[in-house]
């Protein structure tokens, strides 16, 4: 059974900052075109990125960022473009994994595995035993998913395991098999690049995410954009099918360590320090 509230079933706690953000990264290429650049330079700087976004969640005390790396539909991308992907893949877990041990970063990934060459699966296993233990943030890296893919074999493993239960099925039931059994639902999801879509993004966990959309490119998307996003956040009214009034009256609690994000830095625990 899952660990964490359904947004559908019941309401869940909430906080002025979010427990789990999670990001599409887009914008990679056109950060390169615009300078004249290859667009796997962009890829390359986007990596950088991701660094500076787990740094960001450290301080801040986010438990959970997900970041959409590569979708079951990139596949479609030029074949040397994918293949310049999955190099990169593979040497930013070679390079990142140890420091994000040293920092207390537990790290997942989630999809289809399957389609990845066995080198990299097998390195994928190993940088998630090495990092299995820590507590601090838990990042995690969609490869080769989609929300369709996620729901269906869902779905197909919940029959398969519990056929007993056909016709008797609950949405805990399903939940428990989904990439993102192991998180609560993201609180935050975050768009850069400028097109407002959540392109077969965990259809399902989503639900009652709010939805935060940039024109500012991943590769620029620094802790001032960050701030940016939280401040928007932090404006919401998550009524999660309630009324205004009922809020009013019953507000949801704050979460210890909770933080304002306006400002530059207002409030973050200055302490944190990331193993370059």
Same mark, same amino acid.
């Given at each position: 059974?899952?660990?964490?509230?359904?947004?559908?079933?019941?309401?869940? *706690?909430?906080?002025?900052?979010? #427990?789990?953000?999670?990001?599409?990264?887009?914008?990679?290429?056109?950060?390169?075109?615009?300078?004249?650049?290859?667009?796997?330079?962009? &890829?390359?700087?986007?990596?950088?990125?991701?660094?500076?976004?787990? #740094?960001?969640?450290?301080?801040?005390?986010?438990?959970?960022? %997900?970041?959409?790396? !590569? =979708?079951?539909?990139?596949?479609?991308?030029?074949?040397?473009?994918?293949?310049?992907?999955?190099?990169?893949?593979?040497?930013?877990?070679?390079?990142?994994?140890?420091?994000?041990?040293?920092?207390?970063?537990?790290?997942?990934?989630?999809?289809?595995?399957?389609?990845? *060459?066995? *080198?990299?699966?097998?390195?994928?296993? $190993? =940088?998630?035993?090495?990092?299995?233990?820590?507590?601090?943030?838990?990042?995690?890296?969609?490869?080769?998913?989609?929300?369709?893919?996620?729901?269906?074999? $869902?779905?197909?493993?919940?029959?398969?395991?519990?056929?007993?239960?056909?016709?008797?099925?609950?949405?805990?039931?399903?939940?428990?098999?989904?990439?993102?059994?192991?998180?609560?639902?993201?609180?935050?999801?975050?768009?850069?690049?400028?097109?407002?879509?959540?392109?077969?993004?965990?259809?399902?966990?989503?639900?009652?995410?709010?939805?935060?959309? %940039? *024109?500012?490119?991943?590769?620029?998307?620094?802790?001032?954009? !960050?701030?940016?996003?939280?401040? =928007?956040?932090?404006?919401?009214?998550?009524?999660?099918?309630? %009324?205004?009034?009922?809020?009013?009256?019953?507000?949801?609690?704050?979460? &210890?360590?909770?933080?304002?994000?306006?400002?530059?830095?207002?409030?973050?625990?200055?302490?944190?320090?990331?193993?370059?």
């Amino acid at each position: 059974m899952v660990s964490f509230k359904s947004s559908t079933r019941t309401i869940p *706690d909430t906080g002025r900052v979010p #427990r789990h953000v999670a990001i599409i990264m887009d914008g990679n290429g056109r950060w390169a075109k615009k300078r004249f650049l290859p667009r796997f330079a962009g &890829h390359t700087r986007g990596v950088e990125t991701v660094r500076d976004a787990v #740094r960001y969640c450290l301080e801040r005390g986010i438990e959970y960022l %997900t970041l959409f790396a !590569f =979708s079951s539909e990139n596949w479609r991308r030029p074949t040397e473009e994918v293949t310049l992907l999955m190099q990169l893949f593979a040497r930013a877990l070679n390079q990142e994994v140890s420091k994000l041990g040293r920092n207390g970063v537990r790290l997942k990934i989630i999809g289809d595995l399957s389609r990845f *060459d066995p *080198d990299l699966r097998a390195l994928i296993r $190993a =940088s998630e035993q090495q990092t299995s233990a820590n507590t601090k943030l838990t990042l995690s890296i969609a490869a080769n998913y989609g929300g369709r893919w996620d729901i269906l074999q $869902a779905v197909n493993r919940m029959i398969r395991e519990n056929p007993e239960k056909a016709d008797g099925w609950n949405e805990d039931d399903l939940a428990s098999y989904l990439s993102m059994s192991y998180a609560p639902e993201p609180d935050l999801f975050i768009r850069t690049g400028g097109e407002e879509r959540i392109s077969n993004f965990l259809l399902w966990q989503l639900a009652y995410s709010e939805l935060y959309f %940039t *024109d500012t490119l991943w590769p620029e998307f620094d802790s001032a954009a !960050f701030d940016k996003a939280i401040a =928007s956040y932090q404006q919401r009214e998550r009524r999660f099918g309630r %009324t205004s009034e009922q809020l009013s009256e019953n507000p949801s609690g704050v979460r &210890h360590g909770d933080i304002v994000a306006d400002g530059a830095g207002a409030g973050c625990s200055t302490d944190v320090k990331i193993d370059a």
